[in-house]
């Protein structure tokens, strides 16, 4: 499979057929591309400064402990300094 050339819906689809229980992503933007009422598995927002690594390594405990939880299907915006939203529907732009 080329999950490369997926797009969010198609991929979040591919994903929840493969069999993942929770989706990762930096685009903050997904919380106004998708229903957040009809979510078909949890997703995570990672709220960081920017994609690179020096970035987003100082997030990896704040996952963590996301995971750690049980996961309702819906969206989690992980932000910096560890505070995390869950978001049922998308938030006023």
């Not at 970035?55 to 405990?61: D, G, Q, S, V, Y």
């Not at 402990?65 to 989690?76: C, D, G, K, Q, T």
């Amino acid at each position: 499979m080329k999950w490369e050339q997926l797009r969010n819906g198609a991929l979040i689809s591919s994903a929840v057929e493969a069999g993942f229980e929770v989706f990762v992503t930096i685009d903050k933007q997904i919380e106004h591309q998708q229903n957040l009422a009809e979510l078909a598995l949890p997703i995570v927002v990672i709220d960081g400064k920017s994609n690179a690594l020096p970035f987003l390594l100082p997030f990896a405990p704040f996952l963590s402990n996301v995971f750690a939880s049980s996961l309702e299907r819906v969206l989690y915006i992980v932000e910096e300094g560890g505070n995390v939203l869950q978001l049922k529907a998308p938030r006023s732009r």
